[in-house]
């Protein structure tokens, strides 16, 4: 049936005639991973998110910086505004945060910085999934901890020697140009919004991967390229992602802990365990970076305003939250709640890891491998990429991924209260991210269904028909 699929393909179809039959006797397609009939509400939720994160970014930012992240304060003086043009003026003046000389360099020595580290440092090279055009692109990453995790090494290493050690500049700069920095992002994630949705149309990397939906808006929130690069391994997801963005992660803490130390005369043992907790997650991904290549941000999402504004904005912004949170309000969390946040970081990471490690370790070991001591059990998969040609792979039904399809996702949200919690339970704005992660990864259980249905047909209903569950048993 799959040679029937390439002769009606090389026939030339339209893209939504393609995706609405190239549907084989397996029910499988060998255009999984590309969007067609984008819908009017999709349009509009893309157009949504586009306008209205940054100002969602900028509100949290000035409700921190000027009413201790208090979002209902900040809406009081919004509403209190007259709505007259100097009233409304006068607004953004007082709320939203100015650009900067000392943002912009700031943000411009980073990016440099990570882009020479990145080129320079010694890496090995790692394999990402195979792409639907059938690809399986090489790496830069941190196999036996070289990239990556060095990066993160040196970078911190630099930071504390520069700050504490030789006095070049305070820890707390990070802090003290916070408002700027935010300025100096948002330009750049625009900017790199419509730079690789022009290098998609105009030189791409891989032309047969790129994603064209029939939406221009669709295209650029989701992103065309799969894999935009600059030669062989100068990889745009994997860099923004991890080296400016996650890098950044502990920076931005450590910075905010700084700040906590020189205006209260101590950093709070809330603060301390937030700067820990926050610490594993990164050091993990460094540590981890080569499964990193098989998740879904890399293996199946393309680069767009989603990952490239999402990576340089939202993830250094709306992640740190917590550490911005405690520098501005005074939090005693008692003996009991504490222990409560750690209970929940290591169980947590605990489930998180080995889910994560199981998923991947049975697929290296193509399968021959243990699981909790007792043969993998698992479905081998057959799918087909649009060069035609037919691959296998593995879906897992024992361990962890025994119980629900996503249960890593689990052990990260536990994670995510935890980091919550240590603010303790004044306040909304910090307990944002574990309702965004939720909703995040709720989405994405439905996203991936829809993907690997397309991409697995017949051996993803057998797989749900073992594991029924898609992130907590008997319940969703
Ligand atoms: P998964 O690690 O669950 O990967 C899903 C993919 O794995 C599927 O698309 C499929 O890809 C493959 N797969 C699905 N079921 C199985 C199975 N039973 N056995 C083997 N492979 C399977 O999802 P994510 O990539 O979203 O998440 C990875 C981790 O990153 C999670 O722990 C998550 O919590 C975390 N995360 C963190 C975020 C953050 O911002 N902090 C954001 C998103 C995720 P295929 O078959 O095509 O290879």
Redesign the pocket.
Known sequence: MAVTLRQRNKAGVTAAEKQASAVDDKGRTETWGRSFQISFLTRAICASIIAFCPLMVIAFWSACTHYQCSLMALGGRVLDTPPTKTGLWQLIVDLFPHPTKEGFMLFGGWLIYQGVMYAIVPSMIGYG?RTPAGHRLPYKVAIHHVNGLNIWIITHALFLAGSLQFGLFPASIIADNWGALLVATNVYGYILTVFVYIKAHLFPSHADDRKFSGSWLYDFYMGIEMNPRFGKLWDFKLFHNGRPGICAWTLINLSFAAKEFETKGYVSKEMIALNLMHAV?VVDFFYNEDWYL????I??DHFGFYLSWGDSVW?PWM?TLQSHYLLRNVVHLSPAVYALVWALEIGGYII?RV??HQ?DY??RMDGKCKIWGRDAR?IRAEYLTSDGKKHS?????SGL?GFT??F??I??LMMCTAFCMTCGFQHLLPWFYVIY?SI??VH?TLR?DD??RA??GVYWDE?QKA?PWRLIPYVY
């Open positions: 999934q997650y098989r998740t879904i941000d293996a199946h993830l992640y998180f889910a994560n998923k049975v697929r698992f792979s593995i879906l897992l039904t991924w399809q996503h890593n996702y052990g990260d992660m995040l990864l994405r991936d993907r690997c991409k697995y797989y594991v």
